[in-house]
């Protein structure tokens, strides 16, 4: 029984340190991609979310996007489970402004999955 309990616990312990390991990984990544340093600029319409970066548009319809979550520092949009597009909370006037901008692309997201 111990033998099992042992087990469990490294297994769980081992879990939770390589997937500490590949967030960092993937932070360090982000931060050497020329991108990540760049300005984006994102425009909602009714039918679509619009992101603008000096050389490149990308356009994404509400209801093709995957998910949209928020942490305390940022607002991850999903097109798709692999990528996101990061909108630090930061870059609003406040925390209202920022929060309503999530209720916002919240609901035109929940509104076109829905028809």
């Avoid at 033998?3 to 390991?21: D, E, K, M, P, Y």
């Avoid at 994102?42 to 990308?58: G, H, R, Y």
């Avoid at 093709?64 to 991850?76: A, P, T």
């Avoid at 990061?86 to 999530?102: C, H």
Wanted: charged fraction near 20%.
């Amino acid at each position: 029984m111990y033998a099992f309990l042992s087990f469990a616990l490294a297994f769980v312990v081992c879990a939770i340190l390589i997937q500490g390991w590949a967030l960092a990984r993937c932070l360090l990544v982000f931060k050497k991609t020329p991108l990540a340093n760049g300005e984006m600029q994102v425009t909602t319409t009714d039918e679509q979310l619009i992101t603008s970066l000096p050389d490149q548009e990308s356009r994404y319809k509400w209801g093709g996007l995957h998910d949209i979550v928020e942490s305390k520092k940022i607002i991850f949009i999903y097109p798709n489970p692999q990528s996101a597009i990061l909108i630090p909370k930061r870059i609003f006037g406040s925390t209202s402004e920022a929060e309503a901008f999530l209720n916002d692309i919240r609901e035109r997201w929940q509104t076109s999955k829905a028809s």
